[in-house]
C-alpha cells in the first residue's frame, strides 16, 4: 500500500499542471458593455490572468481597471478565489474595436 500513494500523488499533481495551462477566449467585435463568465476548471484557483489582443478607439474599463485605447496587447493578473470566472467589459469611451480575451486561472 505504500507503494501506491506516491504514484496517486503524481497522477494529481499531473492533472492539475495540465488544466492551468488551457485558456477560455473571448472575442468582442461589437464594444458594449458585457460580462463573459467561465468555469474555472481547478480546484480552488487563487489567480485570474487575463491577455487582451486587438484594437479600440477609445479607452474602455475591464472588472475595474482602465485600459487606453489604440492597439492592444496586454496582461493582467489579478487575485481571483472563486470556481466562477467574471470579466466584466465596460466601454467606458470606446465604441469601435475588436478584442480578444484569454483567460486562465491559477
Known amino acids: 500500500m505504500k507503494k501506491l500513494i506516491p504514484i496517486g500523488f503524481t497522477i494529481i ?8 495551462y488551457e485558456f477560455t477566449t473571448f472575442r468582442l467585435c461589437n464594444l458594449k458593455d458585457t460580462s463573459f463568465y467561465f468555469q474555472s476548471k481547478l480546484l480552488h484557483p487563487t489567480l485570474l490572468e487575463i491577455s487582451i489582443r486587438g484594437y479600440s478607439d477609445n479607452p474602455f474599463v475591464i472588472n475595474n ?7 492592444i496587447d496586454t496582461l493582467l493578473k489579478m487575485d481571483w478565489y472563486g470556481d466562477t470566472v467574471i470579466i466584466n467589459f465596460k466601454r467606458y469611451k470606446a465604441a469601435a474595436g475588436n478584442l480578444t480575451f484569454n483567460c486562465r486561472t491559477y
Open 13 to 20: 499533481a499531473l492533472n492539475y499542471g495540465c488544466k492551468q
Open 65 to 71: 481597471i482602465r485600459l487606453e485605447g489604440g492597439k
